[in-house]
């Protein structure tokens, strides 16, 4: 990340143990934006927000750290941000951070 040009990518490192609706509102406010009351209004929200920075040249490239213990919930919401305009282009990367022999040294 710190090799990546910074004028073009904005990361931002999210965890894992998050709900569908924490998650939007985490992206919100990351991006410096004040979150809706409604899930689905962040949902929106966070869609619009993310294809602005992209048209205006800065991606956002979403770190999720313990990928490994997401639930099929989470992963359905990774999906629907990934998704986006039927799948003419998506304003984001998203990064797993994924443990692989955890407990193991």
């Known amino acids: 990340m710190k090799r990546m040009d910074d004028s073009r990518y904005r990361f ?8 569908p609706k924490t998650l939007y509102r985490v992206i919100l406010e990351r991006l410096q934006i004040q979150p809706k009351f409604r899930q689905v209004d962040n949902q929106v929200l966070t869609h619009q927000v993310l294809e602005e920075s992209y048209q205006k ?3 956002v490239v979403i770190v999720v750290d313990e ?10 919401e990774f999906g629907f941000l990934n998704n986006f305009k039927a799948d003419s282009f998506s304003p984001i990367s998203l990064w797993w951070w994924v443990r692989v022999n955890r407990g193991k040294r």
């Open 57 to 59: 040249g800065r991606q």
């Open 12 to 19: 931002l490192y999210i965890a894992a143990g998050l709900t």
């Open 67 to 76: 990928a490994q213990d997401l639930d099929p919930q989470m992963l359905a």
